[in-house]
Structures are given as structure tokens and as C-alpha cells.
């Protein structure tokens, strides 16, 4: 019998232990969920566009979403509203095909508004702001937003073409391409044929292509109320000085026309030349001792070069120096001259050797390689010829005591 009851209990506690192991991961998993929600506020709700501010072509409509938003753990009933809407434009809020003044938002999810600000006829370039508005249905909550819309002059002709350039000026050195993007739009009601043209500074070559295409055109073929984009491509005259100048594309068809102002900004060009004043570039040097050449700095560019600096590769235990050490500006065609003093190795044997000098500018470099010849010193020569002489003193001196015998 006592075998028995504790074999009831062990069977008891076995079967207490599974149903907790059980009901421990979803008890887990509810807590776990209850503290995932508890971290939100019990209501909260916000209002706001895709976007805080936009920048448009003067006459374009704009259209985006307005995304109401329940923060909270409970359902809400949000309306909203446009609270102010710029002189000039009409501005509507629609959900499918009706204007919407309110909307139910379940707790922890976002719905939108389709949102359209039309600009009248003659709204001019400037800054235009909106302000929109939701409320909860008690009152209790509110959220708002506002939304600037930026209106920028555009190219039209005849109402019927728009031309917009994203970046109309570019800055770069005079030995670069410079390549503009033209988004070109038929207003009209059929389909057209544009002509292009473009007028810029004498000797600059100015180039029209197809978006991502190399080859040139002169025309382009727009369908009704559609887009297409034409690259420029502008190449400065070799010898343009650093400076801004304009570039105007004219676009026509027919009796429309429209005009975009480009601007490439030169910075010129950075180049150096550098060399001895006679072409030689070798020279003659003994161990140990030091010997001086020149070389001259030129300015080969259109733009001023600064912080010129000199540097050398070298064989092992070589010295170089130079004066002036730095070159602080070089304007174009100015031309300086340093000089660099060369020092071989104490041990350095005869033969050839290379150092290459270095002229370093603010966006350029030169290099230039000498070819230095260690020669014997001169003191040895004069040893050796000692030496000699005291060989023949000495081979002299036996012949006449041998001769003597």
C-alpha cells in the first residue's frame, strides 16, 4: 500500500510538471507581448506628408501622400483638415474618389490621404506653405503638420514646353567635360519634334546626346505630355581661363520656344614642368662630398598652384637639400628655380647611380630623374702616382748598387 501512494504522488507531480511545461512558454509569450504593448501611450496620434518641404517648376501640381497615424492601443476616429493652404492654390485631401474629412485608424496602424496642392495661373516663384490638422473625435487629441512647397522659375514656350535642369551650374578644371541633364516635357496636345541649339564662348565645343548614349543629335522626338531627357556636353577652350561662363540652350518647335541658362564655373588647370636649365639631367659627384645642380619650377596651367614642395628618392645614406625648401604660389607661366645639393655615401663606390626628384603642387607633379656618376677622388690619383714613383726610386736604387757589384 505505501509502495502505491507514492507511486500516485510521483505520478501527480509528473503530470503538475508537464502541464507547467506547457503552459510556461505561452504564459512567456502573453507577458511578453502584454510588455510589448504597454510600450505605447494609451492614445497618440500624428499627422504629416511624405515630405517637409519640395521643390517645384512654377505651374506644377503637387501630389503626395498625407499619412494619418494612431499611435496609441485603442481605435480612433481622426479628422482632419486642411488648417491654411497658400493664396493661389487649391489644395484637396481624397481617399479613393472622395474628399475626406475623417477617417478610422485601427490602434498601431497608418492610413493616407492623397493629397493634391494645384497652383493657379500666374503663381509666381517663392515659398508657399500649407498647414493640416487632425483631431480625435472627443477632442481630446491633436497633431499638426505643415508642408512648404518650394516654386522655381521655369523655361516655358508657348505654354507648351517645359525645360528643367537639375544642376544648371558646374564647377571643374579647364581640361574637363562637363555634362548638364535637360528634362524636356511636351505640354502640348500631340506629338512634336524639338530642335536644339546652344550658343556659348568662342572655341568651346558644346554637344547634344540622348540620355546614356554616346552618339550626337540635333533633335529630339516628344510624345504628347510626356518626358525626355538630352544631356549637354560642354568642352572648354584649351586655353580658358579660370572664371564662370554661361551657356544658353534654346529649345524650339515651331512658333514655341525655350531658353535654359547653363553656367560652368573654371577653376583651370594645375600642371607643372619641371627640369635643368641646360637639359642635361646628369652630373658628376665624389663620396662623401657634396655637388649643386639647378633646376627650374614652371607653372604650365591656368590656375595658380600653391604650397609647391620638393622631395627625392635616393640610394642608401644619400643626402639631398634644397633651397628654397617651398615654392609658397607659382602663377600660371611663372617659372622659379631651385637649387638642390646632392651628397653621395661616404662608402658610395664608383659607377651610376639614379635620385629622382619630386616637385609636388597643390593638384599636380613632376618628376625628374639625374643620373649622378661617383667618381674617384682626385687624391687618390695623387697617392697612386706617389707610389709610383717610389717604385721606381727604389728599383732605380738597386740597379746601381747591384750594378756597382
Known amino acids: 500500500m505505501g509502495r502505491v501512494k507514492i507511486l500516485k504522488k510521483s505520478l501527480s507531480v509528473a503530470f503538475i510538471f508537464f502541464i507547467l511545461l506547457g503552459v510556461m512558454p505561452a504564459l512567456v509569450?502573453?507577458?511578453?507581448e502584454?510588455?510589448?504593448?504597454?510600450?505605447?501611450?494609451e492614445r497618440g496620434i500624428a499627422v504629416y506628408t511624405e515630405y517637409s518641404g519640395v521643390s517645384v517648376a512654377r505651374g506644377e501640381t503637387v501630389q503626395m501622400d498625407l499619412t494619418l497615424e494612431n499611435k496609441g492601443r485603442r481605435d480612433e476616429n481622426i479628422d482632419v483638415r486642411i488648417v491654411s493652404a497658400a493664396k493661389g492654390w487649391k489644395a484637396t485631401l481624397k481617399g479613393a474618389r472622395y474628399q475626406v474629412t475623417g477617417m478610422v485608424v485601427?490602434?498601431?496602424?497608418?492610413?493616407?490621404?492623397?493629397?493634391?496642392?494645384?497652383?493657379?495661373?500666374?503663381?509666381?516663384?517663392?515659398?508657399?506653405?500649407?498647414?493640416?490638422e487632425a483631431k480625435t473625435a472627443d477632442g481630446q487629441l491633436t497633431s499638426s503638420h505643415t508642408l512648404t512647397v518650394n516654386v522655381q522659375e521655369r523655361t516655358l514656350g508657348a505654354d507648351n514646353i517645359q525645360v528643367i535642369v537639375s544642376y544648371p551650374v558646374l564647377r571643374g578644371q579647364t581640361d574637363s567635360r562637363f555634362e548638364f541633364s535637360l528634362d524636356v516635357t511636351n505640354k502640348g496636345e500631340s506629338d512634336r519634334t524639338f530642335n536644339l541649339a546652344?550658343?556659348?564662348?568662342?572655341?568651346?565645343?558644346?554637344?547634344?546626346?540622348?540620355?546614356?548614349?554616346?552618339?550626337?543629335?540635333?533633335?529630339?522626338?516628344?510624345?504628347?505630355?510626356?518626358?525626355?531627357?538630352?544631356?549637354?556636353?560642354?568642352?572648354?577652350?584649351q586655353n580658358a581661363a579660370s572664371g564662370e561662363y554661361p551657356v544658353l540652350v534654346r529649345i524650339s518647335s515651331g512658333e514655341s520656344k525655350a531658353e535654359v541658362k547653363l553656367t560652368?564655373?573654371?577653376?583651370?588647370?594645375?600642371?607643372?614642368?619641371?627640369?635643368?636649365?641646360?637639359?642635361?639631367?646628369?652630373?658628376?659627384?665624389?663620396?662623401?662630398?657634396?655637388?649643386?645642380?639647378?633646376?627650374?619650377?614652371?607653372?604650365?596651367?591656368?590656375?595658380?598652384?600653391?604650397?609647391?614642395?620638393?622631395?627625392?628618392?635616393?640610394?642608401?645614406n644619400w643626402e639631398t637639400a634644397f633651397k628654397p625648401e617651398k615654392i609658397d604660389a607659382l602663377a600660371p607661366g611663372e617659372m622659379k628655380q631651385v637649387e638642390i645639393k646632392v651628397t653621395p655615401g661616404p662608402q658610395s663606390l664608383v659607377g651610376d647611380y639614379s635620385v629622382g626628384i619630386m616637385t609636388n603642387g597643390e593638384k599636380a607633379d613632376k618628376t625628374v630623374e639625374m643620373r649622378v656618376t661617383v667618381k674617384a677622388s682626385s687624391a687618390w690619383g695623387w697617392i697612386g702616382i706617389g707610389i709610383i714613383l717610389l717604385v721606381i726610386a727604389g728599383l732605380s736604387f738597386l740597379f746601381v748598387k747591384m750594378g756597382r757589384r
Do not use: C, H, M
Request: proline letters at 8%; charged letters at 25%.
Open 264 to 316: 560652368v564655373n573654371l577653376t583651370g588647370t594645375f600642371r607643372l614642368d619641371a627640369g635643368t636649365p641646360n637639359g642635361i639631367l646628369s652630373l658628376e659627384a665624389f663620396a662623401g662630398k657634396p655637388t649643386t645642380f639647378s633646376l627650374f619650377v614652371k607653372n604650365t596651367g591656368s590656375a595658380v598652384n600653391r604650397n609647391v614642395t620638393f622631395s627625392s628618392f635616393k640610394p642608401e
Open 106 to 132: 485601427p490602434d498601431g496602424k497608418a492610413k493616407t490621404l492623397a493629397l493634391n496642392l494645384e497652383p493657379e495661373k500666374g503663381i509666381g516663384p517663392g515659398k508657399y506653405a500649407f498647414q493640416f
Open 34 to 41: 502584454t510588455d510589448k504593448k504597454d510600450n505605447r501611450p
Open 29 to 32: 509569450s502573453a507577458q511578453q
Open 198 to 237: 546652344a550658343t556659348g564662348p568662342e572655341k568651346w565645343e558644346i554637344n547634344f546626346k540622348p540620355a546614356y548614349e554616346q552618339k550626337q543629335i540635333s533633335s529630339i522626338r516628344v510624345k504628347e505630355g510626356q518626358s525626355q531627357t538630352v544631356a549637354v556636353e560642354v568642352a572648354p577652350a
